[in-house]
């Protein structure tokens, strides 16, 4: 037989015979109430269908237990990482997350930001766009909310709390492998629009010139507005390539993105890039996106530690959550990577 349904908390306190204050305490914590009260709730949930309202039974208490995350892109396994091990950071220590997504739009990342504002998060894990964010909108959400930001940080922005990588010292990785294999690499950019990609081209001028070669960048301007990384990889190679240029130099890419698209302009010229491949064209990315392994060649990067990242960010997040917001000084954590050596690098 199928159990009756109840819709809301007070007809569910006539059906138990328990005061809706005490459901609501039980709700938020069973060890709230007595333990025989417990048990008689509990028995009696399971002889109905009821469902607690999610946001019900956190909006009067001091705190909804809920953590805010925008992410700028839902396209990329990077995030995806990222978000996974906030989520699971965040259940662990009773947490629940709501993620919003920029969609590469400055717009939609400020509604997000105000979303997360009047659904009275305990606090936010933003990861901004870029050039394109709005600065005051991220230190209105910090003014109003315990903050942290995460793998890239604004440079107007150095006095709050981060999580990320070090760039400095991947791409510095990255590069001295490149130079201790074969011919010191050009770095293919991406698109200046974020931070993250201008801390990486510069360290791989540093490393390069502290090695004694000479930097050399390509594929720094956007080339068109709607592409994706990928698409300026392949163009930016297809040109080189299609000049006669590049056909025996190691490459390395801003990201693993651009990477991809790398590999598929050596393909589209018979190229094949790799470490025991003739000619030696190598190609090598960063980040170790959830596909690398599995490109032909498979794709030599550079690990970001996404597990890391993201449960620093939630536990530091909660220090300042349970701290009301008073720190003395805004946190900076930085994560180093570890190299993947596969075949096209």
């Given at each position: ?76 396994l990077f995030f995806t990482k990222l978000l996974e091990s906030i989520e699971v950071a965040a259940m662990a220590s009773g947490m629940t997350v709501i993620t919003q997504c920029s ?165 589209r010229h018979g190229l094949v890039p790799g470490r025991q491949a003739e000619g030696g064209l190598r190609i090598a990315g960063h980040d170790d996106y959830p596909l690398c392994p599995y490109l032909n060649p498979a794709l030599t990067t550079v690990a970001q530690d996404t597990n890391a990242i993201g449960r ?34």
């Open positions: 037989m199928s159990k009756p349904r109840i819709n809301t908390m007070l007809e569910l306190s006539v059906a138990i015979g328990v005061s809706r204050p005490t459901l609501s305490r039980f709700f938020q914590d069973p060890a709230l109430v007595k333990p025989n009260t417990a048990k008689r709730i509990q028995e009696g949930l399971s002889r109905v269908e009821y469902v607690p309202n999610f946001f019900a039974t956190r909006m009067n208490r001091k705190s909804t237990r809920l953590i805010g995350v925008i992410i700028p892109y839902l396209n990329d969609h590469s739009d400055p717009v939609i990342e400020a509604r997000a930001a105000e979303t997360l504002m009047s659904m009275s998060v305990d606090g936010a894990l933003v990861a901004p766009l870029g050039d394109q964010s709005d600065d005051a909108v991220q230190l209105r959400l910090r003014s109003r909310l315990p903050f942290v930001l995460m793998d890239s940080r604004p440079a107007t922005m150095s006095n709050v709390d981060f999580v990320g990588t070090n760039h400095v010292q991947s791409t510095g990785l990255i590069t001295e492998y490149l130079c201790r294999v074969g011919r010191p690499p050009v770095f293919l950019a991406m698109p200046r629009v974020n931070f993250n990609a201008r801390e990486r081209e510069a360290a791989y001028i540093a490393r390069m010139t502290h090695l004694g070669h000479r930097p050399e960048v390509i594929g720094t301007e956007l080339l068109s507005s709607d592409w994706h990384f990928e698409d300026h990889g392949e163009a930016v190679l297809s040109a080189e390539f299609g000049a006669g240029r590049l056909l025996d130099r190691s490459i390395l890419c801003a990201n693993d993105r651009v990477a991809i698209g790398a590999i598929r302009a050596a393909a620093k960010a939630v536990s530091r997040l909660l220090e300042i959550i349970g701290s009301d917001g008073l720190q003395d000084e805004p946190e900076i954590t930085l994560f180093e990577g570890s190299l993947k050596l596969r075949e096209s690098a």
